[in-house]
């Protein structure tokens, strides 16, 4: 299996979603192993050889998109990942579909650790982030350590060329001339992308607004997040509202629904955890905020391989969806 490491500058398409004109940016496109916000997180890495390393220490959700794509980066590079997930529920362990199945076939060495945590923990704050941040001050030099979703400061060399490409379309355009705003939008597990695409746009004085949504935990962890990269919080993207707050992971009907209507109404495939809420708080926010003169921009970040489980996953549970 040759894995490329070609990442070429994704299209941008416009499409109109409740008579609302967006253009969507097709990072899903860039590469079939590194798409979206991975392949700009991961783009170090890709474009740098790190002649010490011999293995990737990595963590997160067990049907991640980083999985993934760090095995990926795993076997192009000659490396081996070592990714420590809670634990692998019993349904997926022989999968050989979706970021599980192919990070598996693509050599990964994924590893449970719910029962070390369940033995360190003298109450419920010790979880896989602690347990893992006290594993990378112990990894020997051979290993790269990666927080959970790519968040590190090597991301911003991937983000901010995502930056000059938005800048780049606007320009040649003339968005700047024909729109009084710009808003960019993409909803957040970690935040990092946002937060760095912002960042350039701030450190540039370029006047773009990045509006995200909060996936992963709540507006405070998210700001946690943004906080660890760049403390200055002029800096952070805005955090639109929900409509109601979601369980990450757990199926959704009108999550589900908001992504098929996505594919009827722009033919493009979504990703099924995250793009469903960033959408819903994209198109809340438009309803709310109806202004011709703004151009909106909505990042496609990957991951659909992970739609494979889930939607194995819908399937099951709510069969009269299909």
Request: with cysteine; glycine share 6%; proline share 3%.
């Amino acid at each position: 299996m040759k894995i490329s490491s070609i990442l070429s500058e994704s299209p941008i398409e416009k499409v109109t979603i409740e008579q609302h004109n967006i253009y969507v940016k097709r990072d899903d496109l860039l590469n079939p192993y590194f798409s979206g916000n991975k392949a700009r997180k991961f783009a170090y890495y890709l474009q740098h050889n790190v002649n010490h390393v011999t293995k990737i220490v990595s963590y997160g959700s067990i049907q991640a998109n980083s999985l993934y794509s760090l095995a990926a980066l795993a076997q192009l590079k000659g490396w081996q990942l070592n990714y420590y997930v809670n634990r692998i529920p019993a349904w997926l362990k022989n999968s050989t579909i979706g970021n599980y199945g192919q990070a598996i076939a693509l050599g990964a060495n994924i590893i449970e650790v719910e029962d070390n945590l369940t033995a360190k923990a003298n109450n419920n704050a010790y979880n896989l982030d602690h347990y893992m941040h006290d594993m990378a001050k112990t990894l020997p030099a051979n290993s790269l350590f990666i927080p959970e979703g790519g968040r590190s400061e090597y991301a911003c060399i991937g983000v901010y060329k995502l930056a000059q490409e938005i800048f780049d379309y606007c320009t040649l355009h003339k968005f700047f001339e024909q729109h009084t705003h710009i808003h960019i939008m993409l909803p957040s597990g970690t935040g990092t992308t946002a937060l760095f695409l912002q960042t350039w746009f701030s450190t540039h004085n370029i006047p773009v607004k990045v509006l995200t949504c909060v996936c992963v935990g709540d507006e405070n962890y998210l700001k946690q997040q943004f906080y660890q990269l760049n403390t200055d919080s002029t800096q952070w993207p805005t955090i639109l509202p929900q409509r109601k707050k979601f369980h990450f992971g757990k199926l959704n009907k009108d999550l589900f629904m908001m992504w098929e209507r996505l594919y009827v109404k722009t033919g493009i495939e979504f990703e099924l955890l995250y793009d469903p809420v960033g959408w819903q708080c994209l198109l809340d926010h438009l309803a709310k905020n109806i202004n011709n003169s703004t151009a909106t921009f909505y990042i496609h970040q990957g991951g659909i391989v992970g739609n494979q489980t889930m939607l194995s996953r819908y399937k099951r549970k709510y069969p009269t969806l299909f």
